[in-house]
């Protein structure tokens, strides 16, 4: 059964709610904040994620923030910043940035629904998956460029060259 089918006939369905029900389909741990937030931790391969999602009606935007724990050496702090300008250049539906008050890498994206139009389970679930997939495959460059003491543009190959699957 497709995720949609729950929904198909439900009217003025909140967003986080669907949110909710995807989080415990997956068995991920969350809590709803707000009627209009909910947070929830995704397990990965390199880290387990941080995830939040928003609802705001007044701009019709439901927005995700990805989180995970980044504390890179303050004189690596210039060829991590550089990093993520080459990371933001090869993706398309999110961007990183880093907190560095917080010590923090953030994917962050925003889903505008304009018009009243509702987002529905497939597309959110495949917007908290894109966000872990991208921390997930940009991961390794982050340790090398600041951990590794790799050059930026060395530490993007494993992001670009890695194969990804099981065999």
Known sequence: MALSE???YAEDVHPIDIVETLAEAHEWEFDRVTDDQIAMAVEGQWRTYSITLAWSQM???LRLICTFEMDPPPRREGALYELLNRINDRVWTGAFTFW????????RHGLVLSGGQMPGPEQIDRLIGAAV?????????FQLATWGERDPEDAMQVAIAEAYGRA
């Open 6 to 8: 729950d929904y198909l």
């Open 59 to 61: 701009d019709e935007t």
């Open 100 to 107: 560095p008050e917080q010590r923090l890498m953030v994917w």
């Open 133 to 141: 997939v991208a921390s997930e495959r940009f991961y390794p460059a």
